[in-house]
């Protein structure tokens, strides 16, 4: 089949939806274009977000309106207010998340229904509303049939049901089911969405009160789980309160992997084919997550991924590369696939599901785990043999394979480098492994350790210094720079006052930012992809960091606050910013923007 038009929303005017086992995005118009169910890594059920006949649900004025939107509270239910000439109607989204607590503990999302609620009211005048529910299962292939059933209307297709509970009359067809609403002041109408597989009979449809009360709990969980953990005391609450809650929505409640974004191929560039599924767990991201969920005070949070992480790796042979990201339930074959009946989000296509980056050494991992390990250690109960195997294991692996090329954190699909971020990583892995030996019950392999970590920094000093810029290289002999080398004072390899350090930090200021001010990843041509992407939120968290722990808070915090303003009005962050425009890029929202926001904050307090 031809792909229907592209589509073409910015990024920003979305806002994100959880329940814990997958997440929706909504429009400023009331639409939700995007919803995987069960899991954030399902087939889409609605996927207007990258091609128009993809599938969405939309409640949204008839005549022109003003839309201002917030969540309610510390929460992740929108409340948008829609202001037309003859009123004011407003509309409330959650994924319905069942208690918070569950046998006597906080446990997010673990009873969460599989619900999609949505109440809209008419707050003052009178508002027409179109209302269209067109979901459209396997990424948009199957188009259900709908049928009429008391109390809504159900949809038939594909390898789920969906009963859509609706308080007034609808219209069904090939469509959809769909219906003109006119509201007057005080009027709610309370609709709801609940998905069942083919093996289960359809569920009833809900009750207006049904549907309130799980509302009122969804909104009582996500405050219960806030409130149970500390506030942040310094500069950005707001934005540092929003990030850590980004966090937990974006962490699978069944395992404690978090996705480093909901949303698959929304591109680093328009049209340059540089589009990637990012619904996985990312090894990468172990370390700087565990830093960041432990100082804003979720121990058991960054536990949780932790041993994700390790137990999804267990399998782990010293002598193969580690793998560098998982499926959110431990999965390890990610294979990767165009889906090319899309059109892709502003006509960027190819749209992949799975990542074939799984395939790819990246030395760095290692360091991430055992940093990770470290970070914890007040934190993790007894280390079981297993795991201590594991870990140990880590540690020889990094000895044995730090003098191999790779390809980077980046994940460049270019010829294998010597990158210096890898070999720091490297180090890493081997620094903490010796002071973490006694825990391992590998205190005498230490010694061993120790004198590859000797190993690895002599080479980082020598190979990885290019004395041509003045700066440690994105790689050794190489003269381009890389931003992930901004991870070095905070990885404890230098002190922030080492002049190399002060030098390579205020190199990559220099060189790395573009016309705005934002930082890139590194400069084009060295990932082997056409095109150039945009800027990449989190390395300008980076350098802000960077800049605090090499002793210039004033500086850290102006880049701070760059970065900051790449937020949209509710506090997300995508992956990337359009160097021309300052529009949002790349999936959405991105925990690694977020985890980068939250360490950045951190350190500038401190150096304050």
């Not at 480093?260 to 767990?281: M, Q």
């Not at 990312?282 to 432990?294: E, G, K, Y």
């Not at 785990?369 to 250690?377: G, Q």
């Not at 989190?538 to 802000?544: D, G, K, N, R, V």
């Amino acid at each position: 089949m031809d792909p229907s038009p592209a589509a073409s929303r910015p990024i920003e005017d979305y806002a994100l939806l959880s329940d814990r086992h997958t997440a929706a995005l909504v429009a400023t118009d009331g639409s939700i274009d995007w919803l995987c169910r069960p899991r954030f890594d399902s087939p889409a059920v609605l996927g207007r977000l990258l091609d128009s006949d993809a599938g969405h649900w939309s409640i949204t004025p008839t005549a022109s309106y003003r839309s201002e939107r917030a969540y309610v509270g510390d929460t992740f239910v929108l409340r948008t207010e829609f202001t037309t000439d003859t009123g004011t109607a407003a509309l409330t989204d959650a994924l319905a998340l069942g208690p918070a607590t569950d046998r006597g503990r906080i446990r997010l999302g673990a009873r969460a229904p599989i619900a999609t609620l949505r109440v809209v009211e008419c707050t003052a005048g009178e508002v027409e509303l179109d209302f269209a529910f067109r979901p459209r299962p396997e990424y948009g292939l199957v188009s259900p049939i709908f049928t009429p059933v008391p109390g809504g209307v159900l949809a038939t297709g594909g390898p789920a049901r969906f009963v859509l509970t609706s308080p007034v009359p609808l219209d069904c067809g090939e469509a959809g089911a769909t219906a003109r609403l006119t509201l007057h002041e005080g009027q709610q109408l309370h609709f709801a969405v609940q998905t069942a597989d083919l093996a289960q009979d359809p569920p009833q449809a809900w009750t207006p009160d049904a549907v309130q009360a799980a509302l009122d709990e969804t909104v009582l969980a996500w405050q219960d789980w806030h409130d149970a953990h500390p506030s942040w005391t310094g500069p950005h609450a707001a934005l540092v309160e929003r990030s850590v809650l980004v966090l937990e929505a974006l962490r699978y409640q069944p395992t404690g992997a978090i996705v480093a974004a909901p949303t698959t191929s929304l591109p680093e560039a328009v049209g340059a084919g540089r589009n990637w599924d990012y619904r996985y767990a990312w090894v990468r991201d172990a370390s700087f997550t565990v830093q960041a969920l432990a100082a804003a005070g979720c121990h058991g949070e960054a536990v949780e991924f932790f041993e994700f992480m390790t137990r999804a790796a267990a399998h782990y042979r010293p002598e193969q590369p580690l793998q560098i990201m998982f499926g959110i339930g431990g999965e390890h074959d990610l294979s990767e696939r165009e889906l090319g009946h899309l059109a892709g989000w502003r006509g960027s296509r190819p749209v992949r599901v799975g990542n074939a980056a799984w395939l790819q050494p990246q030395l760095d991992v290692y360091g991430e785990l055992l940093d990770a390990a470290w970070h914890l250690r007040g934190h993790l109960q007894e280390l079981d043999q297993p795991a201590r195997r594991f870990l140990a294991g880590i540690a020889d692996a990094a000895a044995d394979q730090w003098e191999q090329p790779d390809q980077g954190i980046w994940e460049s699909r270019g010829e294998p480098r010597h990158y210096v971020y890898s070999k720091l990583m490297c180090w890493v892995a081997l620094d903490r492994a010796v002071k973490f030996a006694h825990r391992l019950d590998a205190a005498d392999r230490a010694a061993d350790w120790a004198a590859a970590r000797d190993r690895v920094r002599e080479a980082i000093e020598t190979r990885g210094w290019n004395p041509r810029i003045g700066a440690f290289g994105a790689a050794f002999g190489h003269d381009d720079l890389d931003a992930a080398v901004l991870a070095m004072p905070a990885s404890g390899f230098l002190p922030g006052d080492d002049p190399r350090m002060v030098a390579t930090v205020d190199a990559i200021d220099r060189r790395l930012r573009d016309e705005r001010g934002l930082v890139r990843r590194y400069e084009t041509g060295s990932d082997g992809l056409d095109g150039a992407e945009g800027s990449f939120v989190m390395c300008t968290f980076w350098l802000a960091q960077a800049l605090a722990l090499t002793g210039r808070p004033d500086r850290a915090a102006a880049a701070f606050d760059l970065a900051a303003t790449c937020a949209n009005d509710l506090g997300l962050l995508s992956e990337e910013i359009d160097t021309a425009t300052g529009a949002m890029l790349g999936n959405f929202p991105q925990a690694f923007s977020h985890i980068g926001l939250l360490n950045a904050a951190i350190a500038i307090r401190d150096a304050r």
